[in-house]
């Protein structure tokens, strides 16, 4: 009998397995794997999850739903975010789910999100910071997570991601008059809420942009999570980045060392949301945190409420 778990961040644009020992003092990782699945691609109000979308995801699961059944995990944590909540079918593409690999998508609000992924951002900090905000810029929404003493004191769940941005506007002038408009009415609720946010406070950035950016910066020909976890970019790097990338097509950013195939179209978005936000508030660098909501639902797995253990 084995002592592991597992965990599935099933998001908007990137699905992650992770398959870990859990004791008291934290997590030991096994294996991770990740799939770029673009859930969110072709999405519409109307119809929800496309019929091409939902193919690559249920075809990614089998694949997760096979390696957990090789490592003999009997506990899994999966949670579905963005583009499964906000789709009309949303609901009988978790029943087909659950019905083909027998694994339990939970769908999770922003809110739960946050928390989750602050849990997991928190648990791979090199260092202790009294106050800081991580921002967990994702494929269909991004979330703005204030915290004190280890503890969530805001969250604000925006309705900007990097697939939405990229597949709704065309420019990035477009991108960021739309992120202006989300982000002033963060600052309205953090002002309503008595809260200030400075420069002065760290800035924790999570999820695939934020990765991506640390990765080109360290020229990474072989994505190296321990090298990237806690590595820190100023905002002229990343400016830098910014301009390197806009002045390339899609295909041509490909060449850039650290950039993943299947991002190349949605790094202007990414890069826009984390620039936005850092220009908005004064930051003047950047924490890269590879852990997140995979590591927050690993390390929750055993606490009851706000998910289901799913036994397989």
Do not use: W
Not at 15 to 26: D, E, N, Q, T, Y
Not at 165 to 178: A, K, Q, V
Not at 198 to 205: A, D, K, P, Q, R
Not at 219 to 225: G, H, L, P
């Amino acid at each position: 009998m084995n002592d592991y778990c597992a965990a599935i961040d099933f998001g908007t644009n990137t699905a992650r397995l992770l398959i870990a020992v859990r004791s008291p003092a934290g997590i030991t990782p096994v294996r991770v794997e990740r799939e770029i699945v673009r859930l969110g691609g072709g999405f519409t109000d109307e119809c929800g999850l496309s019929a091409e979308a939902s193919e690559r995801g249920l075809a990614c699961l089998h694949r997760f739903a096979k390696i957990i059944s090789d490592y003999g995990v009997k506990q899994v944590r999966a949670s579905a975010t963005s583009a499964v909540r906000d789709a009309v079918n949303g609901r009988a593409f978790v029943d087909k789910v659950l019905q083909e690999t027998g694994i339990n998508l939970v769908v999770i609000d922003g809110d739960t999100e946050a928390r989750l992924t602050l849990k997991g951002v928190l648990s791979g900090l090199d260092s202790e910071s009294g106050t800081l905000v991580v921002l967990d810029a994702g494929g269909g929404s991004t979330e703005f997570t204030l915290s004190s003493h280890g503890s969530p004191a805001f969250i604000k769940s925006m309705p900007i991601g990097v697939v939405r941005l990229t597949e709704d506007f065309r420019t990035s002038i477009e991108m960021i008059e739309r992120v202006r408009t989300v982000i002033d009415q963060l600052e309205k609720d953090l002002s309503s809420a008595g809260i200030t946010v400075s420069g002065n406070t760290e800035l924790v950035g999570t999820a695939g942009t934020a990765t991506t950016i640390a990765a080109i910066k360290l020229e990474m020909v072989e994505y190296d999570y321990r090298k990237v976890n806690n590595f820190t970019v100023s905002r002229g790097d990343i400016a830098e980045i910014f301009q390197r990338l806009s002045s390339l097509n899609p295909q041509e950013r490909l060449a850039i060392k650290g950039l993943e195939k299947g991002r190349e179209d949605l790094i202007i978005a990414g890069l826009v949301i984390i620039t936005s936000v850092m220009d908005r508030f004064g930051f003047n660098r950047l924490k890269v945190s590879d852990f997140g909501l995979l590591e927050g639902l690993a390390l929750s797995g055993s606490e009851s409420g706000d998910l289901t253990v799913r036994q397989l």
